[in-house]
C-alpha cells in the first residue's frame, strides 16, 4: 500500500492524497492550490498520476483547498465516484459554481482589457464542468462505515470547523488510516466539539496552526466592539474579507448579537456573497450539524441586507454612509471584495478587517505584511484604509485542540505524518507531539510518495 502526497504537503492549500492499495486507488480530498504564485500554477500542470484510473474520491469537506479540483479531475477524465456528507456536497457543488463562474468572469475581463499574459485567458475549468461533476456526488452517513470499491471500508466522523465537515478512517489491509482534515475547535459559538479518533496505523493530521495558541473567546467580542465603534466614529465603513462557510455566518452572529446589546449603533449590515447566502439557506437544513435555533438564524438573517446582484454590489461601494460589509473572499484571492477595494482602498476612513487565515502569498497576507499597494483587476491601487486583524476567530483548531483530539488513541501509530501547514506551523506541531506524547513524526515533501 502507498500513499502520495499531492496537495497540503509542506504548504497548507492543494489537499489531495491518492491511497493505493492493490490495484484500487482512493483520492481523499481534492482541492486547489491557493496563494503563492509557484503554487498556483501547479494547480494548471498536467497530473502524473493518470485521473482516468482513480476509482473513487472521499471528501473530509468542502472548502475550495479540499474540493476546488473536482472539476478540473473530471475535465481531465475521471469518471469515478465522489463521496462526501450531504452539506459537504451541497457546499462543495455552491464553491465548485461559485469558482467556475468567477473564473469565467475574471478570464472575458482579463481578454477584454488585456491585463493577462495568456493569450487568450482560459477558466481553469467552466460551468459546464462543474456540471459534469455533480452527478458524481454520493451522500453517505456520519459515523457508519462504508465499503467503497470493494478495497475500502470508509467512515465519516463530525470534525467541527465548517458545515458537513469531517474526518476520514479508511479501513483496508488490516490497517486503519485516519485522515484529519480540517479539525475544528472545542469551543465554539456555532459548531460543537470535534469527535476523536481511536486509533489510527497511520495518521496524517493537519498543522495550520500547529505552533498557535488562540486567544480566548471573551476578548474577542470587545475587539470586534472596539473596531465597529472607532470606523463609525471616524465617519467611515467597515469591510470584512470573509469565508462564505461558517466564518460569514460567525460574524453575521457575532454582530448580531452586538446590535442586540446596543452596543454598536445600527448602520447597515451587508453581507454580499451569493456563496454566502446559499450557505444560510444550508444552515436552515442541516440542523444536526450546527448549534443556532432557526428562530435565531431567522432574527439573525433580518438585520443583514443580502446582495442578491452586482449592480447594488456597485451602488455600495459608492455609497459613503457607515456600513459594515461582509464579503467574499477571505484571503482577498478574489470575489466581492475585490469590488469594494476597486473604489475604497485608498479610503483612511475605512476600516479592513480580517477574521480569518491568510495564506502566504494572497493579497490578505501580503496587507497584513504591511504592503501598501494592492492589485485590483491588473491594476496598482493605494492601501491606505485602517487594518486590523482578530486572531482567534479561525475555524482551525490550535495546538492545544489538535493535541487534545488525539487523546484517544491510546497505541502510537506507526506513522504520523503532519499536513496542511506551513514549515514553521508544521514543525511546532511536531516537537508537541514529541515532547507531549513521544511520538516520532514526519512532514512530507510535495509529490512524495511513501510505502505503508
Known sequence: MTINFLGAAGTVTGSKYLLESGNKKLMVDCGVFQGLKELRLLNWEQPEYDPKAIDAVVLTHGH????????????????????????????????????????EEEAARANKEGYSKHSPAEAFYDLKDVENTLPLFNPVSEGKWHVIEG??????????????STFIEVETNDS???????????????????????????????????????????????????????????????????????????????????????????????????MGANVLHLFHASRDWHKLKPEECDEMCSHFQVVSNYRETLALREDNKSKIVIAGSGMMTGGRILNYMETRSGNSNDTLLFVGYQAEGTRGRKLLEGAKEIKVYGKWLPFNMQMEHIEGLSAHGDQNDLIDWLSEIKKQPEKVFIIHGEAEQAEALSKALEDNKGWQTDIPQLNQKVEL
Open 64 to 103: 475550495l483547498d479540499h474540493t476546488g479540483y473536482l472539476a478540473r479531475l473530471v475535465k481531465l477524465g475521471f469518471r469515478g465516484k465522489i463521496y462526501g456528507s450531504a452539506p459537504t456536497l451541497k457546499i462543495a457543488e455552491i464553491i465548485l459554481k461559485d469558482s467556475a463562474k468567477i473564473q
Open 151 to 164: 478495497a475500502f471500508k470508509v467512515r465519516w466522523q463530525y470534525n467541527g470547523h465548517i458545515i458537513g
Open 176 to 274: 486503519r488510516l485516519v485522515f484529519s482534515g480540517d479539525i475544528g475547535r472545542k469551543k465554539d459559538l456555532l459548531l460543537y466539539t470535534p469527535k476523536k479518533p481511536e486509533k489510527a496505523d497511520v495518521l496524517l493530521i493537519e498543522s495550520t496552526y500547529g505552533g498557535r495558541i488562540h486567544p480566548e473567546e471573551e476578548s474577542i467580542v470587545p475587539e470586534l466592539e472596539r473596531i465597529v465603534n472607532e470606523t463609525v466614529e471616524r465617519g467611515g465603513s467597515l469591510f470584512i474579507p470573509s469565508f462564505a462557510v461558517e466564518r460569514t455566518q460567525l460574524m453575521m452572529l457575532m454582530l448580531w448579537r452586538l446590535l442586540k446589546e446596543k452596543r454598536i449603533p445600527k448602520i447597515p449590515m451587508i453581507m454580499d456573497s451569493p
